[in-house]
T-cell receptor
């Protein structure tokens, strides 16, 4: 079946602009996660959604970052007033539910470049 | 919060030799430990995982061991092949934290033919 998809695959923006990144999880997956991977670095947790529960925003680096998940499916990560340090690959992952051992499947990522 | 340390950061092996990557974690409540392989420009792909009620798991040339007492786990790749060249990430999670993954810094593995 279809895996996790993300769009756009690449985004170049100017400092100070807002950007929106989209994630389509695997159908039926109730848990959705956003991670960030800076150049040559590991993956850093940003936010996760589980069903209709309030999202865990504990990993968001600043109040310029926000995310929503509409209808329990598609999610959008928004970065306002982008800064150069926001340049990274933003990865989305989904799993069947947020239990302790459910495999997270990753999307291909969106490479964000802030000039 | 959880902290995961991964060593080495780079590993070069001759084709056919074994490769071992080690990770330590700080939160004794963590109970799920996946390993992801990421090829250049590609998404991370799960290659093997282990739950805290198991000490060892093997899948063909790949094996993972877990020592809960010492809070460390390792990835073992035997009979390495050039296609094993990639960056490998270990991670840890626990249900109480919604299974959000805390990743190690990654190990770049190069298998020389």
């Amino acid at each position: 079946g279809a895996g996790v998809s993300q769009s756009p695959s690449n985004k170049v923006t100017e400092k100070g602009k807002d950007v929106e990144l989209r994630c389509d999880p695997i159908s039926g997956h109730t848990a959705l996660y956003w991670y960030r991977q800076s150049l040559g670095q590991g993956l850093e947790f940003l936010i996760y959604f589980q069903g209709n529960s309030a999202p865990d925003k504990s990993g968001l680096p600043s109040d310029r970052f926000s995310a929503e998940r509409t209808g329990g499916s598609v999610s959008t990560l928004t970065i306002q007033r982008t800064q150069q340090e926001d340049s990274a690959v933003y990865l989305c992952a989904s799993s069947t539910q947020a239990s302790s051992t459910d495999t997270q499947y990753f999307g291909p990522g969106t490479r964000l470049t802030v000039l | 919060g959880e902290n995961v340390e991964q060593h080495p950061s780079t590993l070069s092996v001759q084709e056919g030799d074994s490769a071992v990557i080690k990770c330590t974690y700080s939160d004794s409540a963590s109970n799920y430990f996946p390993w992801y392989k990421q090829e250049l420009g590609k998404r991370p792909q799960l290659i093997i995982d282990i739950r805290s009620n198991v000490g060892e798991k093997k899948d063909q040339r790949i094996a993972v061991t877990l020592n809960k007492t010492a809070k460390h786990f390792s990835l073992h790749i035997t009979e390495t092949q050039p296609e094993d060249s990639a960056v490998y990430f270990c991670a840890a999670s626990k249900q109480a934290a919604g299974n959000k993954l805390t990743f190690g810094g990654g190990t770049r593995v190069l298998v020389k033919p």
